[in-house]
C-alpha cells in the first residue's frame, strides 16, 4: 500500500496533482473538505457533530476529523493507497493520523511538499479568483493572510515528516507534466 501526503500552500497545484497522481497511482483520495462535505451532507453523527463547531464558528476537533479519516480507510478495503490532500495541518494531526495507519497495518511513506515562491502564489491565486469566482482568490490582503497562516500553523508539519525522514520538497513552478514527473519519480523510489 502507498500512503502519500500532498502537502503545499494556497495556489501550490495540490488539486490538480492530486488527481493526476490518483489516476497513475490508482489510489484514494481523503480531503477533509470532501469528508465534511459527506459526513453533513449524510447527517451522520461525525457531521452532526462537526457542524456544531462550525456553526459556533469554531474549527472542529482533531478528534472529528481524524474519526472521518479513519471511517474513509476502513471503508475503501483493497485500494493501493491513500493521498492526503489538506490534512494534517497540525502535529497533533499528523501524530493522530500515524497513529490512525498504524492501527490499520500501514503508514504514510512520503510527503510531497510543492514549493512555489510567493509571489507566484498571489498571482495564481488572484488568476484563480478570475475564473472560479472564489471570493477568497479576489483579494490580495485575504490571499496573503491565508499564506501566513499556512507558514504559521501548517508549515511545521513539513518538519515532523522531515524528522521521519519522509519529506520530499518538489518545486512547484513549470508545466504541470514537469511537476507531476517530478513527484512520479519519488513517488516510483516508495513503490
Do not use: C, W
Amino acid at each position: 500500500m502507498l500512503n502519500i501526503v500532498l502537502f503545499g500552500p494556497p495556489g501550490a497545484g495540490k488539486g490538480t496533482q492530486s488527481e493526476k497522481l490518483i489516476n497513475k497511482y490508482n489510489l484514494t483520495h481523503i480531503s477533509t473538505g470532501d469528508l465534511f462535505r459527506k459526513h453533513i451532507g449524510e447527517g451522520t453523527e461525525l457531521g452532526r457533530t462537526a457542524q456544531k463547531f462550525m456553526d459556533e464558528g469554531n474549527l472542529v476537533p482533531d478528534e472529528i476529523v481524524i474519526g472521518m479519516v479513519d471511517d474513509k480507510i476502513l471503508s475503501t478495503p483493497g485500494t493501493a493507497g491513500f493521498i492526503f490532500d489538506g490534512f494534517p495541518r497540525t502535529i497533533a494531526q499528523a501524530e493522530a493520523l500515524d497513529a490512525l495507519m498504524q492501527k490499520n497495518g500501514t503508514q504514510i511513506d512520503t510527503m510531497l511538499a510543492l514549493e512555489v515562491p510567493e509571489e507566484e502564489l498571489i498571482k495564481r491565486l488572484l488568476n484563480r479568483g478570475i475564473t472560479s469566482g472564489r471570493t477568497d482568490d479576489q483579494d490580495e490582503a485575504k490571499i496573503k493572510n491565508r499564506l501566513g497562516v499556512y507558514n504559521k500553523e501548517t508549515t511545521p508539519v513539513a518538519n515532523y515528516y522531515n524528522n521521519q525522514g519522509k519529506l520530499n520538497p518538489i518545486y512547484g513552478v513549470g508545466s504541470i507534466d514537469e511537476i507531476f514527473n517530478n513527484l512520479s519519480n519519488v513517488i516510483d523510489k516508495h513503490i
